[in-house]
């Protein structure tokens, strides 16, 4: 008991940081990939999984708020605000039917410039459809061109 109060009495001191010190560096490898900026052009393959985020949804709008989740999807990876989605990439969302959208479709992303130079922006995403037998062990992948 009188160890407890000993330690409930006792304070932790923190000693402040010292200016001048800095911590051990450390020496990072020459092997490191070369970033890719936002206008640079990048291929990507991603599973989405549609089912997760039509879940509970009027069955009228299922296929209509897919394709608009694949574009979410691809301005978050490819940080570009124009996608275009490729026409094979749309049969397969509504093969089915509007009710009816797939689970999980596998889709490829490609960040291209824009050649049109009275574009407002430098780079635009085109989404196509990438046929999977399974989709068990994919994960998402960059294509090194």
Known sequence: MVA????????????????GIKPATVK???DKKKKVGR?????MEVTCHLARYL???????????A?????????KFLRTYDVRIDPKLNKAVW???IRAIPRRIRIRMERKRNENEEAQRK?????????????EELTNKVIED
Request: a positive charge.
């Open 95 to 97: 093969a089915e039917g």
């Open 28 to 30: 990072k490898s020459k």
């Open 39 to 43: 206008n640079d052009p990048r291929t």
């Open 67 to 75: 394709i608009l989740h694949i574009k979410k999807i691809a301005r």
């Open 55 to 65: 879940n509970k949804m009027t069955y009228k709008n299922k296929a209509p708020r």
């Open 123 to 135: 780079t635009y995403t085109v989404v196509s459809w990438v046929p999977v037998g399974s989709f």
């Open 4 to 19: 407890k109060e000993q330690k409930k009495t006792e304070k932790k001191t923190i000693e402040p940081k010292k200016k």
